[in-house]
Every structure is written in C-alpha cells, then in structure tokens.
C-alpha cells in the first residue's frame, strides 16, 4: 500500500512541475511579425493587355503577326533582356 501512496505522491508532482512548465511557456512573448512584404508585380508573360505591358520599364509588347503560311500570332508581353555588366577592356 505504501508503495501506491508513493507512485501517486510521485506522479502528482510530476504534474504540477508540468503545469508550472506550461504556465511559464504560455508568459512568453510570441516574436513580433515582420512587417507584410510589397505584393510582388507579375511576370511579364502573364499581363495580357497592352497598357499594362507598355506601363511597365521591364517589359516590352509584341504586337501581332502572320507568318508566310497564313497563321496568325497573337499580341503578347514579354520581358526585356537584362542589362549585362560591361566589363573593361584588359589592358596591356
């Protein structure tokens, strides 16, 4: 019997020293958010009117055209090459 009292006097500490452990957790100040990022503008190939294209410095409008055989391309936006970094010429 005294066995018993002592596994119970055992667990019942065990579950006060772990509500203590939680009640201090719960004290703790959550970290504070960053602030929300800028909505990012859309790719160039997916604008599909031409004002929204020709707005924007990075993108260029491709009207449309017909090939030899008769297709017809449609008009669409795409992004204009990257400005690659010119280097200097080597010196001798």
């Known amino acids: 019997m005294s066995n018993v009292k002592t596994g119970l006097g ?3 500490a065990a579950a ?3 509500l203590f452990a939680f009640g201090a ?3 703790q100040k959550a970290p ?3 602030a929300p990022k ?3 503008q859309p790719k160039c ?3 599909k009117e031409e004002a929204g294209c020709t707005g924007r410095t990075d993108c260029s409008w491709v009207g449309e055209s017909k090939d030899a055989k008769g297709k ?3 008009a669409y936006c795409r992004s204009k090459p990257k400005q690659s970094a ?3 010429p080597a010196k001798k």
């Open 10 to 12: 055992i667990t019942a």
């Open 16 to 18: 006060v020293l772990a």
């Open 25 to 27: 957790e719960a004290q």
């Open 32 to 34: 504070e958010k960053a």
């Open 38 to 40: 800028a909505a990012a």
């Open 45 to 47: 190939n997916s604008i």
């Open 72 to 74: 017809t391309r449609k």
């Open 86 to 88: 010119k280097k200097e």
